[in-house]
C-alpha cells in the first residue's frame, strides 16, 4: 500500500499484513492525500475491512488496481492460492498449503465504494493501442478475470467520504 501526502509506502508480505499499517495510522489520527491499494486486493478475503480503514485516512483519492471478476452482478469469487508462492497471500491457519482469497467483481468494487461514500470511475484501458498491450496482457483477458483500475473519490466533493 503507498500513501501519499506525506509520503508512506507500505509492501505487505501476506495478506494480512496489509491491515496493520492503515489501522495504526488511523489510530493515530494520519490522513492522507491520495492512497493506492496497487494488486493487493484479490489476496484478502476482507475487502470491506480494508476500505473502511483506508476511509479512516480521509483520502480525497483512492487507486486501486487489482484483478476482478467478469460477472454482472457484485459478487466476490472464492478461490484458493498456493501460500509457498512469494508474492500470494500468506497461511491464514498453520500448515496451510493454499489460502482461501476474494476476487471482486467490477460491480463489487463500485458497491463497495458507494457504501462508503466514494465515487468509482474506472480506468479505460481499451484506449491503449493494441500493439502497445504486451506488457499489460492481464488487462485484456477475454474471459473469467481482468485486471483493472480504478479511481475512488468523494461522491460528494470537498466532503470526506462518510464512515462506515
Given at each position: 500500500?503507498?500513501?501519499?501526502?506525506?509520503?508512506?509506502?507500505h509492501?505487505?508480505?501476506?495478506?494480512?499484513?496489509?491491515?496493520?499499517?492503515?489501522?495504526?495510522?488511523?489510530?493515530?489520527?494520519?490522513?492522507y492525500?491520495?492512497?493506492?491499494v496497487?494488486?493487493?486486493?484479490y489476496?484478502?478475503?476482507?475487502?470491506?475491512?480494508?476500505?473502511?480503514?483506508?476511509?479512516?485516512?480521509?483520502?480525497?483519492?483512492?487507486?486501486?488496481?487489482?484483478?476482478?471478476?467478469?460477472?454482472?452482478g457484485?459478487?466476490?469469487?472464492?478461490?484458493?492460492?498456493?501460500?509457498?508462492k512469494?508474492?500470494n497471500?500468506?497461511a491464514?491457519?498453520?500448515?496451510?498449503?493454499?489460502?482461501?482469497?476474494?476476487?471482486?467483481?467490477?460491480p463489487?468494487?463500485?458497491?463497495?465504494?458507494?457504501?462508503?461514500?466514494?465515487?468509482?470511475?474506472?480506468?479505460?484501458?481499451?484506449?491503449?493501442?493494441?500493439g502497445?498491450?504486451?506488457?499489460v496482457?492481464?488487462?485484456?483477458?477475454?474471459?473469467?478475470?481482468?485486471?483493472?483500475?480504478?479511481?475512488?473519490?468523494p461522491?460528494?466533493?470537498?466532503?470526506?467520504?462518510?464512515?462506515?
Amino acid at each position: 500500500m503507498v500513501r501519499a501526502g506525506g509520503v508512506r509506502a507500505h509492501t505487505p508480505r501476506g495478506s494480512s499484513e496489509v491491515f496493520a499499517p492503515p489501522a495504526v495510522d488511523a489510530a493515530r489520527g494520519r490522513q492522507y492525500d491520495i492512497v493506492a491499494v496497487l494488486g493487493i486486493l484479490y489476496h484478502v478475503m476482507d475487502h470491506f475491512r480494508l476500505f473502511r480503514l483506508v476511509q479512516k485516512l480521509r483520502p480525497r483519492l483512492v487507486i486501486v488496481d487489482s484483478e476482478f471478476m467478469l460477472r454482472p452482478g457484485p459478487v466476490i469469487v472464492l478461490q484458493r492460492e498456493r501460500t509457498d508462492k512469494d508474492l500470494n497471500a500468506i497461511a491464514q491457519v498453520a500448515g496451510q498449503e493454499k489460502a482461501l482469497i476474494g476476487i471482486p467483481s467490477f460491480p463489487a468494487m463500485e458497491a463497495m465504494a458507494d457504501a462508503l461514500g466514494y465515487r468509482c470511475d474506472w480506468i479505460d484501458w481499451s484506449a491503449l493501442p493494441e500493439g502497445h498491450r504486451a506488457a499489460v496482457g492481464d488487462y485484456y483477458r477475454p474471459e473469467h478475470k481482468r485486471r483493472g483500475t480504478c479511481l475512488l473519490r468523494p461522491a460528494k466533493p470537498g466532503k470526506a467520504p462518510r464512515r462506515a
